[in-house]
């Protein structure tokens, strides 16, 4: 333990963030574990809402510090690689791509 007052403060300031880190931390874990078996019971629905349950708590880590930028955006990556890998019943079936727009014909300019 130590003498000095700052340094007693720092380890109480220290614990407190270890403990809020750690509660985050589970709680991307429960959210992955949760995606994973909806992948596993080929519930294309319950997979995709899992996933968005997902997203919001891992963006919510990184917006507290506890994940950096780069790892939320591995996990969220390699979760959504596992729900597209259900095939047609999953993610690739439900999202239709948009008509797209007929392009816009353009007129020369006139030179003088």
Same mark, same amino acid.
């Given at each position: 333990?130590?003498?000095?007052?700052?340094?007693?403060? *720092?380890?109480?300031?220290?614990? *407190?963030?270890?403990?809020?880190?750690?509660?985050?931390?589970?709680?991307?874990?429960?959210?992955?574990?949760?995606?994973?078996?909806?992948?596993? $019971?080929?519930?294309?629905?319950? $997979?995709?809402? $899992?996933?968005?349950?997902?997203?919001?708590?891992?963006?919510?880590?990184?917006?507290?510090?506890?994940?950096?930028?780069?790892?939320?955006? *591995?996990?969220?990556?390699?979760?959504?690689?596992?729900?597209?890998?259900?095939?047609?019943?999953?993610?690739?079936?439900?999202?239709?791509?948009? $008509?797209?727009?007929?392009?816009?014909?353009?007129?020369?300019?006139?030179?003088?």
């Amino acid at each position: 333990m130590p003498n000095i007052k700052s340094a007693i403060k *720092r380890v109480k300031v220290a614990e *407190r963030n270890r403990q809020r880190n750690r509660t985050w931390k589970s709680s991307v874990r429960t959210v992955r574990t949760e995606v994973q078996d909806a992948v596993k $019971a080929v519930n294309a629905e319950q $997979a995709q809402e $899992a996933l968005k349950n997902a997203y919001a708590v891992i963006d919510q880590a990184v917006a507290k510090g506890v994940l950096h930028r780069n790892s939320a955006a *591995r996990k969220k990556s390699r979760l959504a690689t596992s729900i597209n890998k259900l095939g047609t019943a999953g993610a690739k079936a439900t999202k239709a791509k948009p $008509a797209k727009a007929p392009a816009k014909k353009t007129q020369a300019k006139k030179t003088k």
